[in-house]
């Protein structure tokens, strides 16, 4: 198995699109809630809060896939990114340590995500250490 330096994820309550890679290799996984719940912008009963089982078990099996980066950029619609952050916060402080950046990003292509990832990355690494 390769070594990827850099992870990133486009992330929607749909799917997760996660993209391991390091200067040569790209490895692409999808992964889908296994109960995709429907998008709902307010519900009052759950004071606006979606945290399902199901959703907690998505996000587990994003943050399993991502664990291996050194590197990871967390992108998508604005409340997806955020919840993946806080999820990461929450229960994987070592994982969370590598997010670099958090970018809301539409719903870009895999080829345009690829480059915005490549993009990220060669400013990230060619930036004075922070240590």
Same mark, same amino acid.
């Given at each position: 198995?390769?070594?990827?330096?850099?992870?990133?994820?486009?992330?929607?309550?749909?799917? @997760?699109?996660?993209?391991?890679?390091?200067?040569?290799?790209?490895?692409?996984?999808?992964?889908?809630?296994?109960?995709?719940?429907?998008?709902?912008?307010?519900?009052?009963?759950?004071?606006?809060?979606?945290?399902?089982?199901?959703?907690? @078990?998505?996000?587990?099996?994003?943050?399993?896939?991502?664990?291996?980066?050194? @590197?990871?950029?967390?992108?998508?619609?604005?409340?997806?990114?955020?919840?993946?952050?806080?999820?990461?916060?929450?229960?994987?402080?070592?994982?969370?340590?590598?997010?670099?950046?958090?970018?809301?990003?539409?719903?870009?292509?895999?080829?345009?995500?690829? @480059?915005?990832?490549?993009?990220?990355?060669?400013?990230?690494?060619?930036?004075?250490?922070?240590?």
């Amino acid at each position: 198995m390769a070594d990827y330096l850099h992870a990133i994820v486009w992330i929607d309550h749909r799917e @997760a699109k996660i993209f391991l890679f390091n200067a040569t290799e790209v490895d692409r996984m999808m992964l889908h809630p296994h109960d995709p719940s429907r998008h709902i912008l307010y519900n009052a009963s759950k004071e606006g809060k979606d945290d399902t089982p199901s959703k907690d @078990a998505f996000l587990e099996q994003v943050s399993a896939e991502i664990c291996d980066g050194k @590197a990871i950029l967390i992108t998508g619609p604005s409340n997806e990114t955020s919840e993946l952050a806080a999820h990461l916060r929450r229960h994987h402080l070592n994982i969370a340590s590598f997010v670099v950046g958090i970018e809301t990003i539409d719903h870009p292509s895999n080829g345009a995500l690829i @480059a915005v990832a490549r993009l990220f990355f060669t400013a990230e690494d060619r930036s004075p250490s922070q240590t």
